[in-house]
Antibody
Framework: QITLKESGPTLVKPTQTLTLTCTFSGFSLSTSGVGVGWIRQPPGKALEWLALIYWDDNKRYSPSLKSRLTISKDTSKNQVVLTMTNMDPVDTATYFC????????????WGQGTLVTVSS | EIGLTQSPGTLSLSPGERATLSCRASQSVTSSYLAWYQQKPGQAPRLLIYGASSRATGIPDRFSGSGSGTDFTLTINRLEPEDFAVYYCQQYGSSPITFGQGTRLEIK
């Protein structure tokens, strides 16, 4: 059974850097084809894809946020880390991580999500 | 970037009725690489349909997906009380991955 869980601060100040960790079980990021993605959802709004990382350390970013995002993995700890710089109140959202297979492309399953509020 | 427009924004139906949700892409979706997700309040999205028409594991057969190119449909037959939620489409055939803005299915 695949499970994922996001962790990180619930409150960050404007201009600060957000660091979120996705800890997963039931699969390995050293297995060919496996990936983990990050998706966010502002309160009451739609989903927005942010970043992806694959078993071979291949990384993909949303073009609109690429300059602010960094995704990395720690295979030994079964973790994926997302950092987002220069946080702004519009970045207030629930941040989800999700399992993705290169050969499939959809996200399944998802973590429960973590709400991050950006406020001074 | 492929934009996805879902309609209607809100759909009000009664249990037992059929729901038809639309997802229209701004350009053709490669190889019907389109997925549908269900999201209930306070929960993460759940995969329903992938490849435009394949049901994910454990999804009841009252859920079905169809379409190709730029027009896709999620149909839910014989609505159950637990089906009232928000539904999102997602294309994964072209980078960047994009989601629709969602359709809220509410009890009439």
């Amino acid at each position: 059974q695949i499970t994922l869980k996001e962790s990180g601060p619930t409150l960050v100040k404007p201009t600060q850097t957000l660091t979120l960790t996705c800890t997963f079980s039931g699969f390995s990021l050293s297995t060919s084809g496996v990936g983990v993605g990050w998706i966010r959802q502002p309160p009451g709004k739609a989903l927005e894809w942010l970043a992806l990382i694959y078993w071979d350390d291949n990384k993909r970013y949303s073009p609109s946020l690429k300059s602010r995002l960094t995704i990395s993995k720690d295979t030994s700890k079964n973790q994926v880390v997302l950092t987002m710089t220069n946080m702004d109140p519009v970045d207030t959202a629930t941040y989800f991580c999700a399992h993705r297979n290169l050969n499939s492309g959809w996200f399944d399953p998802w973590g429960q999500g973590t709400l991050v509020t950006v406020s001074s | 970037e492929i934009g996805l427009t879902q309609s209607p924004g809100t759909l009000s139906l009664s249990p037992g009725e059929r729901a038809t949700l639309s997802c229209r892409a701004s350009q053709s979706v490669t190889s019907s690489y389109l997925a549908w997700y269900q999201q209930k309040p306070g929960q993460a999205p759940r995969l329903l349909i992938y490849g435009a028409s394949s049901r994910a594991t454990g999804i009841p057969d009252r859920f079905s997906g169809s379409g190709s190119g730029t027009d896709f449909t999620l149909t839910i037959n014989r609505l159950e009380p637990e089906d009232f939620a928000v539904y999102y489409c997602q294309q994964y055939g072209s980078s960047p991955i994009t989601f629709g803005q969602g359709t809220r299915l509410e009890i009439k």
